[in-house]
């Protein structure tokens, strides 16, 4: 299985941000979608960075509650790893164990076409397992 049939299954939205949003209106954002992370996009639309509630809470330690009212550019990652619909879900579970990250955001001729969390890796992962257990036992079965 690849991102393209997690994105089929899922839909291809993404939470964006400006880099110029205030972390306080991030925070919110995330809360009132129920998301982990939101992707920041430059004025062509191209990604620049992510914020996770992991950066926020960092911030919030490092910075204090004044943090709030900082630009989002100051806290996101800007070195983002970015997948393809092409990719795996094998090599999204190793890219996301070696850089100890949940969302990977999906990007196809320079454009954000859709984002994957662990949680998606996780949940097309175990139908994949339970397909292919399923085949194994209608196989012995059959004899």
């Not at 164990?97 to 662990?118: K, M, N, Y």
Request: hydrophobic residues 50%; glycine residues 10%.
């Amino acid at each position: 299985m690849n991102v393209a049939a997690i994105l089929k299954g899922k839909g291809r939205a993404v939470a964006t941000a400006r880099p110029e949003t205030l972390l306080q209106a991030i925070v919110e954002k995330l809360t009132a979608k129920r998301i982990g992370a939101i992707v920041i996009v430059g004025a062509n639309g191209a990604v620049g960075g992510i914020i996770s509630e992991r950066d926020i809470i960092r911030a919030v330690a490092e910075r204090g509650a004044a943090s709030l009212q900082q630009p989002v550019s100051e806290f996101m990652t800007r070195q983002v790893v970015i997948c393809s619909e092409a990719d795996t879900l094998d090599q999204l579970m190793a890219t996301m164990t070696a850089g100890r990250f949940r969302h990977i955001p999906v990007v196809e001729d320079g454009a954000l076409v859709g984002i994957v969390s662990i949680g998606d890796v996780v949940k097309h992962h175990i139908a994949e397992v339970e397909m292919e257990a399923s085949a194994l036992r209608t196989y012995l079965l059959a004899g």
